[in-house]
């Protein structure tokens, strides 16, 4: 950090596995790519190709290795993975991850419906060659998973090989862990926390509230996701408490007062 100051919170340095930031790129150019990762290498662990731009995205190789070059993993959105196995072609899936050497790999189902079981074995193929995320709930807002149903699937997931479940919010912000305002359904994320790990649940916080929910209940290394390049920074300055939200969450009240 550029200062010296004290009270700041013990936030966790890369290669981190807890507090996490996962970016959601949906296009951006290679010189973007360098700019972006110029200023905020520090700050991201890993990108996803959101949905399934890397099908249209020009130059892909290219653009894959400049993220690689920064030690920043990169994975295809759980929409392409989808898109190739609703055409039966999970073994293609798996040789253009070997080919484009990615060694993290998300499985969803939030596009296509599969049998749990089924998901659970892909998850358990997926992590002979890398990192496995998978994610929970689907996409349909109309689709409302009870509580149980969240932990019962986050728990055979993680059991499967996932090294992280991804808690389902979409790009936007308005689905699975959250209402169509883009609030917290706070009764679901606190019954799914008695069961699961939070260091293992990487929750989609596209939203600045979202986001700072999340970090007044979990703390500055909460594992956050979808964030769109241009919040990173934004982001790591609301984790350590400088920014107006958070400004007063690390302070030693007796000290300050």
């Known amino acids: 950090m550029n200062f010296n100051l004290s009270q700041?919170?013990?936030?966790?340095?890369?290669?981190?596995?807890?507090?996490?930031?996962?970016?959601?790129d949906k296009?951006?150019?290679?010189?973007?790519?360098?700019?972006?990762?110029?200023?905020?290498?520090?700050?991201?662990d890993i990108v996803k190709l959101g949905f399934g731009t890397s099908y249209v995205t020009p130059n892909l190789r290219e653009k894959i290795e400049a993220y690689q070059a920064y030690g920043i993993p990169v994975y295809f959105g759980g929409t392409l993975f989808e898109a190739?196995?609703?055409?039966?072609q999970f073994e293609d899936y798996i040789a253009?991850?070997?080919?484009?050497?990615?060694t993290h790999m998300e499985v969803s189902d939030g596009s296509v419906t599969i049998p749990h079981a089924e998901k659970c074995g892909y998850i358990e193929k997926l992590t002979k060659y890398g990192t496995v995320l998978s994610e929970v709930g689907s996409k349909d807002a109309a689709h409302i998973i009870p509580p149980y149903k969240w932990i019962e699937l986050m728990r055979a997931e993680?059991?499967?090989?996932?090294?992280?479940?991804?808690a389902e919010a979409r790009e936007s912000g308005n689905v699975g862990i959250y209402r169509g305002s883009g609030e917290v359904r706070e009764g679901l994320v606190q019954e799914i926390l008695?069961?699961?790990?939070?260091?293992?649940?990487?929750?989609?916080?596209?939203?600045?509230?979202q986001q700072l929910y999340f970090l007044e209940l979990l703390g500055c290394n909460v594992n956050l996701?979808?964030?769109a390049p241009s919040e990173v920074i934004p982001l790591e300055t609301m984790r350590v408490g400088l920014r107006g939200d958070t400004f007063e969450l690390y302070l030693n009240k007796e000290t300050t007062s």
């Open 96 to 102: 253009i991850c070997k080919d484009y050497k990615i």
């Open 27 to 44: 296009g951006l150019s290679i010189p973007e790519v360098h700019n972006f990762m110029s200023l905020c290498e520090p700050h991201v």
């Open 225 to 227: 996701g979808n964030i």
């Open 158 to 166: 993680l059991e499967a090989g996932s090294t992280y479940v991804i």
């Open 8 to 24: 700041m919170p013990d936030r966790n340095v890369k290669p981190r596995t807890n507090g996490i930031t996962m970016v959601m």
């Open 84 to 88: 190739f196995l609703i055409r039966n």
């Open 194 to 209: 008695t069961q699961i790990p939070g260091e293992k649940v990487l929750w989609e916080a596209p939203q600045k509230g």
